[in-house]
């Protein structure tokens, strides 16, 4: 599996952007797909997940600081997962990651579940 991300950039305080992450893999639609982020000497941290629970559900979970202002979505005919983020806020900066479970472990919120990364997009708002 590989992952491309982009659609990272500079945006001032409560402006919005939206990640993009065009992943390979013919069984992309049953992969847990996620998105972290890291900001400078600090650790990564989870940010939003999608996971497939069967037939064509799908659930979602947030990181805490991120809930009603990041929404995370697939489209499993292009294979791409995205994360529309709004009203964002200078802590908000960092790097961010998508991430690839194909084997949908629970623990979606573990970077360590996660077998492929992409290359990481950088994420700068300004105040």
């Known amino acids: 599996v590989q992952l491309q991300a982009s659609g990272g950039g500079l945006v001032q305080a409560g402006g919005s952007l939206r990640l993009s992450c065009a992943a390979s893999g013919r069984t992309f639609s049953s992969y847990n797909m996620a998105w972290f982020r890291q900001a400078p000497g600090k650790e990564r941290d989870f940010v939003a997940a999608v996971r497939w629970t069967g037939g064509s559900v799908y659930y979602v979970d947030y990181a805490d600081s991120v809930k009603g202002r990041f929404t995370i979505s697939r489209d499993n005919a292009k294979s791409t997962v995205y994360l529309q983020m709004k009203s964002l806020k200078p802590e908000d900066t960092a790097v961010y990651y998508c991430?690839?479970?194909?084997?949908?472990?629970?623990?979606?919120?573990?970077?360590?579940?996660?077998?492929?990364w992409g290359q990481g997009t950088q994420v700068t708002v300004s105040s």
């Open positions: 991430a690839a479970d194909p084997d949908r472990s629970p623990s979606y919120y573990r970077g360590r579940e996660y077998d492929y």
